[in-house]
């Protein structure tokens, strides 16, 4: 079982944004380095984490990127939810491409659903500031300090 | 999110075997037949299943498949577990491969963790008997009837 790796560098992005001071910002640049994958990938993880309203960017020189949300207003169930946006856990979960005869009457899809719903309910007892409660050793690990 | 295709299959081979009145078979080109998916595919999940014990194949010109266990003693969240193994949600889960800087003081994989039990444990208050409670219904659908 996985998730994406836009959802897992999705978090990673708001984490390390989160964990930057007042003020300080981070930027596509520094997260692409950091957990070392390409600009690109980070560019567009941004954008819709932009899209979504849980970071902003700030243009110009000194422009960069910051939360938008305070980091308890920032559900990770919820991102989680909005990262991954398809959940087909098997097949039968893509309308389009179901090709199980059993779909119809089957109830395994049922039971995958009930334990999908509860995989997403203990994340949406987690807020980002839940993620970040250790800021001071993730800034070590960053090398922010 | 998504589990491997290999353990929807075995979910299938297990529900087809289940569907079957006592003493009737199934084999490796009726599963492939009916779920439209290659012989060779259906040949490595019978080996596993045949392997865990949960299926046993007869030889022969009358052989084929059958259950080794009742369906009321397989659980779903165990064959899930056999089948998926690595359950590499995120990069932070896969030992080897782990490349993200936070690993060491990350809280998010302890969350991701608590979700991944909760997902197993809601499988695990099934068997295969609850999935074949419409057993009727399902021997329709693979035109056993």
Chains 1, 2 share one sequence.
Do not use: W
């Not at 944004?17 to 980070?42: C, D, N, P, Q, R």
């Amino acid at each position: 079982m996985r998730l994406k790796k836009y959802t897992d560098y999705a978090l990673r992005v708001l984490i390390i944004a989160a964990s930057k001071s007042a003020g300080e910002l981070t930027s596509i640049k520094e997260i692409a380095e950091t957990f070392e994958i390409s600009t690109e990938h980070v560019r567009k993880i941004v954008h819709q984490l932009n899209k979504l309203e849980y970071i902003h960017t700030i243009r110009g020189r000194n422009g960069g990127i910051q939360l938008a949300q305070s980091p308890e207003q920032i559900c990770v169930g919820q991102v989680v939810r909005e990262m991954e946006n398809d959940f087909v856990l098997m097949e039968c979960f893509d309308a389009e491409g179901n090709q199980c005869v059993l779909l119809p009457k089957c109830k395994l899809k049922h039971a995958l659903n009930k334990a999908l719903q509860a995989f997403l309910h203990v994340l949406d007892d987690y807020t980002l500031a839940d993620l970040i409660v250790n800021k001071q050793d993730l800034r070590a690990l960053l090398a922010l300090e």
